[in-house]
């Protein structure tokens, strides 16, 4: 059978978004690859325990290469006995203009962090440590998911369900190429779930269908820490509210630049 479900996680809440207490430092000892707050390691019980109950099952799970993005998922796939697949496709968005790119850990690193981290996979694409523009991003998003959704059909073909997790920017781009509009607006709070059905006939990126956009119903919290491109920033704003926001800002404001939108690579 072919790959039919696509589930998309964004990581949970930052460490360094904690103004309450000092930030924890990073496990991996790389700079900008912080962990997840105690809020956010509670976001991420609850999305794993979602995810858990979730049918069809799970079969296969991939997530960013970076320390939040593994803490976030480590506990669904203890809970289904899972490898994780560390893709760097799946990884963070960092603009041109940014001073530094950091760049994650080697998959034998973060193995020792989180021993179901398959040391046997090879990641699809990695991005360049001079960053990437916008356009950039939506190609890089494109591409890794052409190959993994041809690599889980020909190859993998027990595979049909699988769940990325990633990061606002990220996921924005992967959910604009599944469904084929590069202005498909995808809502990213931290721990949400955007879940797409393949075509029945067609499996490839332009064919899904959205059938839950970035939904925060798992979350006793609800939605948190939603970033746009439009925005250029965080919105503490329900979903309402932000469609408010938003159809404002298409009348009244200028497009926030890339640069100024990423600049601290906080998504």
């Not at 203009?97 to 179901?116: G, Q």
């Not at 360049?128 to 073909?157: Q, W, Y």
Request: net charge negative.
């Amino acid at each position: 059978m072919p790959l039919e479900r696509i589930y998309i996680s964004r990581h949970g809440f930052r460490s360094n978004w904690d103004t309450t207490v000092p930030p924890r430092p990073a496990p991996t000892g790389i700079d900008g690859d912080p962990p997840l707050s105690a809020h956010g390691e509670e976001q991420a019980h609850e999305l794993c325990q979602y995810l858990f109950s979730v049918l069809p099952k799970v079969v296969r799970i991939y997530t960013s290469p970076f320390y939040r993005c593994l803490q976030t998922i480590c506990e669904l796939a203890d809970l289904l006995k899972h490898d994780i697949h560390p893709e760097n496709g799946f990884g963070e968005w960092y603009g041109r203009t940014r001073k530094t790119h950091p760049r994650a850990a080697p998959k034998e690193v973060l193995h020792s962090f989180f021993p179901r981290v398959s040391l046997d996979y090879e990641p699809i694409a990695v991005p360049s440590t001079d960053g990437e523009t916008m356009e950039e991003l939506h190609d890089r998003a494109k591409f890794v998911l052409t190959a993994m959704i041809k690599d889980c059909n020909e190859n993998h073909p027990t595979i049909t369900t699988v769940v990325i997790c990633a990061h606002a920017a990220t996921i924005i781009a992967l959910g604009r190429a599944l469904v084929g509009d590069d202005s498909f607006d995808v809502r990213t709070g931290t721990c949400s779930i955007s879940v797409y059905d393949a075509d029945p006939s067609e499996n490839g990126i332009g064919k899904w269908k959205c059938r839950e956009n970035g939904s925060a119903q798992h979350l006793s919290r609800g939605e948190e820490r939603h970033w746009s491109f439009e925005a250029g920033q965080y919105d503490f704003l329900d979903a309402h509210a932000y469609q408010e926001r938003m159809d404002s800002y298409h009348v009244t404001l200028a497009p926030v630049a890339v640069s100024d939108a990423v600049v601290d690579g906080n998504i």
